[in-house]
T-cell receptor
């Protein structure tokens, strides 16, 4: 079983539409990160959420950490083709601060 | 700041040969580096944690004799895929954590194709 399950796995939408990606777990985390990865590149950190219920905004992206710190969501408003990519949530586990990634959500935004 | 490079960006090798991939932190020192593997349309899977001056710690199911990791300096870690086979074909990504800090910074990845 995966520590972090993301949904949906794949999303194809038109430019201008809104969307929400979910990252769920049965475990509690001290913090959670969201990354975006474009084809052929490494992931890029978008945000880190730390406090239960925390909401962070990054332009058209809104990130929320669940009250119980078990889940998180990423909402994109008025999606643009440049938002296309693989969105990954991740948490730090273990004494070595290893990152464990979620299953990923592949977003395609079409003109 | 916090730039991580990988070399090569892509490599094609024949089955049975070995391939070395380098991961460098260009503008910071990294006591710890991580190596990940990513298959097409899948998420990243951690292979091993590389600590400067000590042996790497491998994740369950990762063969340490096949994936040799060396972290000889605070800015360089290498991953050598020994006796590569077609099933080793994948996208290998490294990350580096600045000494004393929390966040990891990722390299651009290396695409390995074994024919």
């Amino acid at each position: 079983t995966q520590l972090l399950e993301q949904s949906p796995q794949f999303l194809s939408i038109q430019e201008g539409e809104n969307l929400t990606v979910y990252c769920n777990s049965s475990s509690v985390f001290s913090s959670l990160q969201w990354y975006r990865q474009e084809p052929g590149e490494g992931p890029v950190l978008l945000v880190t959420v730390v406090t239960g219920g925390e909401v962070k905004k990054l332009k058209r992206l809104t990130f929320q950490f669940g009250d119980a710190r078990k889940d998180s969501s990423l909402h994109i408003t008025a999606a643009q083709p440049g938002d296309t990519g693989l969105y990954l949530c991740a948490v730090t586990t273990g004494t070595a601060s290893k990152l464990t990634f979620g299953t990923g959500t592949r977003l395609q935004v079409m003109l | 700041g916090a730039v991580v490079s990988q070399h090569p960006s892509w490599v094609i090798c024949k089955s049975g040969t070995s391939v070395k991939i380098e991961c460098r932190s260009l503008d910071f020192q990294a006591t710890t580096m991580f190596w990940y593997r990513q298959f097409p349309k899948q998420s990243l899977m951690l292979m091993a944690t590389s600590n400067e001056g000590s042996k790497a710690t491998y994740e369950q199911g990762v063969e340490k004799d096949k994936f040799l990791i060396n972290h000889a300096s605070l800015t360089l870690s290498t991953l050598t895929v020994t006796s590569a086979h077609p099933e080793d074909s994948s996208f290998y990504i490294c990350s580096a954590r600045r000494t004393g800090a929390y966040e990891q910074y990722f390299g651009p990845g290396t695409r390995l194709t074994v024919t």
